[in-house]
Structure formats: structure tokens, C-alpha cells
């Protein structure tokens, strides 16, 4: 199997461009999915959050209250650090147990995930990612699509963007770049032409 790490920053498309890929066969696993996963009713990381960040986080429903979590991380460097030590790990053995579920010795699967750059998640695991894609846009058309098609400000939508791991630097790990500029016609040729380029890697094995 060949495992391929997918990120870009908000709005750029990567969701597309994982949903283009499903099509054509790929195993796609949400990451940013399992992340809400690990907090909600029995997840792994409750206890853990719990006793990190106290019973106010705590869920009518036995799970996390992501509200009250967020209120206590957001902007707070060292509390996002404490979480992302607890829940990292927690996503790491989930992606594992995804992989792991996948019977299929010649997929290809794809990690769907926002902050590849920004982390280890994907990558300090049993079953790590061997290629990263990233997906790019211009600026004018990402913000376009996070205020019309998400509701975000465009002044919120920058701030977001603007905390986020730079194009350059996604670029910097990345064997492949999918610019998302045009349209769904443009965009689904490029990821035909990537699928095909991942289709050889898996046949060949030699990066």
C-alpha cells in the first residue's frame, strides 16, 4: 500500500481534491474527523483531556464540550500544547487502526489532514505517510470560497489563513502540488494526472 499525507491551508480545495481522489479508488481517512472523534462519548483522549484541563470540559453526554475546551485553548500557546500532547497520540492510534483496517494490500490511502506541516500527526505512527500533496490556491479565491461557501468574514478568514503554515513551507515537504486556481474541470485533469503519478509509486515502490 502507499500512504500519501494531504493538506493545504483553508479554502484552497484539499477536501475536493480528497473527494476527487475517493473517486478514483483512493481509502481516504478524515483526520481532522478523528480528531473530534477521540473527545466524543468513549474516545480515547476524555479521561486524558479531563484530568489535564478539569470536570469544566466535561460533557453532558460523556464526551468533551468542545466550547469550553476551545475557550480554554484558543490563543493560549501553552494550553494548546498541553491538548495537542494528549490528543496527537490519541489520532496517531486511530490512524493506525484505520490503516490496519484496510484489507486491500495495493491501496492507496490518503490522510486528509489540515496540519501536516504544523505536526507530527501522520507521521510519528506505525503506518507514517510516504508522500505529501499539497493543495494551493490564490489567496483572492480562498477567501472567496471560506465567505461564501463557510460564512467566514473575509477580514477572519486572513487571520486564519495568516496563523497557518505558509504556502512555502507546505511546499518545502511536498512531492506534489495541486493548484487549485481554476475550475472543477482543470482541478479534476491535475488530480487524474496525480492519481496516475501515485498508481507508478505504488507499482514501483521507489520514491
Known amino acids: 500500500m502507499l500512504i500519501v499525507g ?3 491551508g483553508m ?3 484539499k477536501s475536493t481534491v480528497a ?3 475517493s473517486s478514483r479508488g483512493a481509502e481516504v481517512v478524515d483526520v481532522d474527523a478523528l480528531g473530534r472523534e477521540i473527545i466524543e462519548p468513549g474516545g480515547i483522549a476524555v479521561s486524558s483531556v479531563v484530568d489535564r484541563f478539569g470536570s469544566s470540559v466535561s460533557g453532558a453526554d460523556g464526551g468533551i464540550d468542545r466550547a469550553a ?4 485553548v484558543f490563543g493560549d500557546e501553552e494550553q494548546l500544547a498541553a491538548l495537542e500532547e ?4 490519541a489520532i496517531n492510534e486511530l490512524l493506525d487502526l484505520r490503516v ?5 494490500p495495493d491501496s492507496i490511502i490518503i490522510f486528509d489532514m489540515a496540519v501536516l506541516f504544523e505536526s507530527q500527526l501522520g507521521y510519528a505512527n506505525e503506518h507514517p505517510y510516504e508522500i505529501v500533496v499539497v493543495v494551493e490556491a490564490p489567496i483572492s479565491d480562498r477567501l472567496d470560497r471560506l465567505e461564501t461557501q463557510r460564512g467566514v468574514s473575509r477580514e477572519d478568514a486572513l487571520a486564519r489563513i495568516e496563523s497557518q503554515a505558509s504556502d512555502e513551507e507546505r511546499r518545502s515537504v511536498a512531492q ?3 493548484a487549485n486556481g481554476d475550475d472543477l474541470t482543470s482541478l479534476a485533469a491535475a488530480v487524474d494526472e496525480l492519481w496516475s503519478e501515485l ?5 514501483s515502490k521507489q520514491y
Not at 69 to 72: D, E, G, K, R, T
Request: glycine share 14%; charged share 15%.
Open 86 to 89: 494528549i490528543s496527537h497520540p
Open 6 to 8: 494531504l493538506t493545504g
Open 69 to 72: 475546551l476551545a475557550s480554554i
Open 19 to 21: 473527494e476527487f481522489l
Open 11 to 13: 479554502g484552497a480545495g
Open 100 to 104: 490496519d483496517g484496510i484489507k486491500k
Open 199 to 203: 498508481e507508478q509509486l505504488l507499482a
Open 176 to 178: 506534489f502540488v495541486i
